[in-house]
């Protein structure tokens, strides 16, 4: 797995902001402004953006002052229109339903830009046909939009998705977001992790990691409600 260097994002942040130090702010702010009564009134964004570039503006500023105004598109999953015919889960579904407090409630998401939503997504249909409530949370979600949806939610479980290799940076700090928030559900982590991580992610806070090799979907499902019959006991 290609493992970054911690350093590479310290120096890449001094680099914008000795960028943004040293360009032209007023410049910049103007531009900025045109562009967003540009996007306002529908007229055409592209003299604006050029001159936002000249001044010295970023990538990230002109995108974020499009979505103030236009808002962030979400592209739809599919998992609502999809089922598995899987004797196993039907087997987890039944012994889901005599479970005291209900069914768990599962929280699946992908922090980070990690885009590759098939395994999450498996997961999420195989815990819905397995007669748990999912709240699946999409793709390249930060850490606070996580944190925020886990609060609102109130999961028995947080599932995490991460295949970019990151793990080691987003999970301890989701863990300390959540539990700052006061949401104290077990968290377990799945992706491309290798073994000498996986217990520095158990040492940070998680429950329960899966790996490629973790492919049975029912032992899966059976895992979270035993870990959800857990934290209930816990709690009382």
């Known amino acids: ?84 015919s899987d004797h196993s889960l039907s087997q987890v579904a039944a ?28 997961i999420a249909v195989a815990a819905r046909d397995s007669g748990m409530e999912v709240v699946y949370a999409g793709i390249r979600s930060t850490i606070d939009q996580i944190a925020s949806t886990a609060l609102d939610e109130d999961p028995d479980i947080i599932g995490l998705s991460i295949l970019s290799g990151s793990h080691l940076e987003l999970v301890p700090e989701l863990v300390q977001r959540v539990r700052s928030l006061g949401v104290d559900a077990p968290i377990i982590v799945g992706g491309i992790i290798p073994d000498e991580d996986q217990s520095r992610l158990i040492d940070n806070g998680v429950a329960a990691v899966y790996t490629p090799k973790d492919y049975e979907l029912a032992a899966i499902m059976t895992d979270i409600s035993e870990l959800t019959s857990q934290h209930r006991l816990s709690q009382n």
């Open 1 to 84: 797995i290609l493992r970054v260097d911690p350093a590479v994002e310290t120096e890449t942040i001094t680099d914008v902001e000795t960028w943004r130090y040293e360009r032209d702010q007023a410049a910049v702010e103007q531009a900025l402004g045109d562009l967003r009564n540009a996007a306002l009134d529908g007229g055409n964004i592209m003299e604006a953006s050029i001159a936002l570039a000249v001044a010295g503006g970023t990538t990230g500023e002109w995108g974020q002052t499009l979505r103030d105004v236009f808002g962030e598109y979400r592209a739809p999953t599919g998992i609502g229109a999809t089922t598995r």
């Open 95 to 122: 012994k889901v339903r005599e479970m005291p407090g209900g069914p768990p409630r599962l929280l699946v998401a992908k922090p980070g830009l990690d885009g590759h939503s098939n395994g999450a997504e498996q």
